[in-house]
């Protein structure tokens, strides 16, 4: 008979009767709506993290995540729900779900250290019978390498014959209120076939199903596989776009018309990316493939092209400054919209700061406007739009959030009458802007 870890009739009961203590390590984007979700369907649930002015907010019923309402809503009534500082303690549980940042250093390896640090507070006190959870993105072999070493070197158990060990990849996407986290599937893989169960059916009281694959390296390539598989189609319209421009062929409708055939085709549409998935993420799988003498071209080439367009925007706008002659020495460039999406403050990966040094380079002034973001150390970030716009000779739209609803081109040209708009998120009709006498670039279009 094989070794278990838990009894696996007992550990399902608590599960059943919710009386399963859970511990969340770590309350960002991803860490935070879990634990909330687990806590509104009555599971006591205990989420550290090191940062006391957020444990502070939380245990007073606030949210310090912008754009998520539904969140904010749920947080009131999530009763069973407390935070804490002391994540030394938070291996003291049944479950406990390991949600920590895993960025990449400045050369693109992949920075573990927080999954360390973490694997060390859980191992302090992790007791027998439970189950570690890891949902950061990670390369394939970390779970069983990485965070098993550190926990069982911190607890002196052993995983798989005194606690359980499991990968589930996060699928949040922050301030979509059509996916939000209950509703999107989640895949599972243990370490071992009961460490899967049952993290399955964890995660099968909140989402629609958790589906299982064979063991944790599957789980973790089953992430990357999906952040690498957009980040190779945007690079592709990306570099599609640059053709239309040569072509003077408007690409959004060349995506339309291909999105017509039922079969073999899906939308991706062009643009800068940023945030804390697709710009760091290819590296891990690339990194790994590299630990094994495989040199995984695709993703890196799509990368580059992703992180070149920067040098995009910025050739349009120096483009347009040389074609109107604008050589005074009172040039003015606004970016409107900082952050990496919509209807959030994050602007982790935003190519803005690319944008603006480079701009600035040729002794062009840039400011912004983006009302969910307060003080940059790299930007002027002026919080009135009228002070932005005034004057300016280039208005970049970066990122449309829906406060951005205003931003029509009569109210752009009253402003700045004469400016160009470069319309990153193809949002306008050319024809509506230049009959206010604007001159109008998109993406490809």
């Known amino acids: 008979m094989k070794n278990q870890w838990t009894n696996k009739k007992d550990y399902l009961e608590k599960i059943r009767t919710k009386k399963l203590e859970i511990s969340m390590v770590g309350l960002g984007y991803v860490g935070l709506p879990l634990a909330i979700v687990l806590a509104s369907k009555g ?42 500082s002391e994540v030394d303690k938070s291996g003291n549980s049944d479950f406990i779900a390991i949600t920590v940042p895993t960025p990449t250093y400045e050369n693109k390896k992949p920075n573990y250290d927080f999954i360390r640090k973490a694997g060390v507070y859980v191992g302090k006190n992790l007791r027998k019978g439970s189950l570690v959870c890891l949902e950061s993105t990670v390369g394939p072999g970390t779970t069983e390498g990485l965070l098993k070493n550190t926990l069982e070197s911190g607890s002196k158990l052993q995983a798989g014959k005194d606690f359980g060990l499991a990968f589930s990849p996060e699928r949040i996407d922050p301030a979509q209120e059509n996916h939000r986290l209950y509703d999107i599937p989640k895949v599972v893989g243990g370490l071992d076939e009961l460490s899967c169960d049952l993290a399955a059916e964890v995660y099968n009281q909140i989402v629609p199903f958790a589906h299982k694959v064979a ?181 970049i739209l970066y990122i449309n959030h829906d406060i951005f609803s205003y931003l029509t081109p009569s109210f752009i040209a009253k402003l700045a009458p004469g400016a160009a708009i470069i319309d990153l998120k193809n949002r306008y009709n050319r024809n509506d802007v230049e009959q206010f006498g604007l001159h109008y670039e998109g993406i490809g279009r």
């Open 43 to 84: 599971f006591n649930v205990k989420g550290y993290d090191t940062d006391k002015k957020k444990v502070r907010l939380l245990n007073q019923g606030k949210s310090y995540l912008g754009g998520e309402k539904w969140l904010e809503d749920l947080i009131e009534k999530a009763k069973t729900f407390h935070a804490s």
């Open 215 to 395: 063991n944790t390296k599957e789980a973790e390539l089953v992430k990357l596989t999906e952040n690498v598989f957009r980040d190779l189609n945007i690079a592709f319209v990306n570099e599609l776009a640059k053709v239309c421009d040569l072509m003077e062929v408007n690409v959004l409708n060349i995506i339309k018309a291909a999105s017509t055939k039922p079969f073999a085709f899906m939308p991706h549409y062009p643009g800068l990316v940023g945030g804390h998935c697709l710009p760091d993420d290819p590296h891990f799988l690339i990194d790994e493939a590299k630990n094994l003498g495989f040199d995984f071209r695709l993703p890196r080439i799509a990368r580059e092209i992703n992180d070149s367009m920067s040098d995009y925007v910025v050739k349009k706008t120096l483009d347009y400054f040389a074609r109107t002659d604008k050589n005074t020495k009172n040039r003015k460039v606004t970016i409107l919209g900082l952050t990496y999406k919509e209807n959030v403050s994050d602007m982790r990966n935003t190519l803005v700061k690319e944008i603006t040094e480079k701009i600035e380079e040729k002794g062009i002034r840039v400011v912004a406007h983006d009302p969910w973001v307060g003080h940059t150390d790299f930007i002027e970030n002026q919080g009135r739009i009228k002070s932005a716009l005034k004057g300016t000779n280039v208005a």
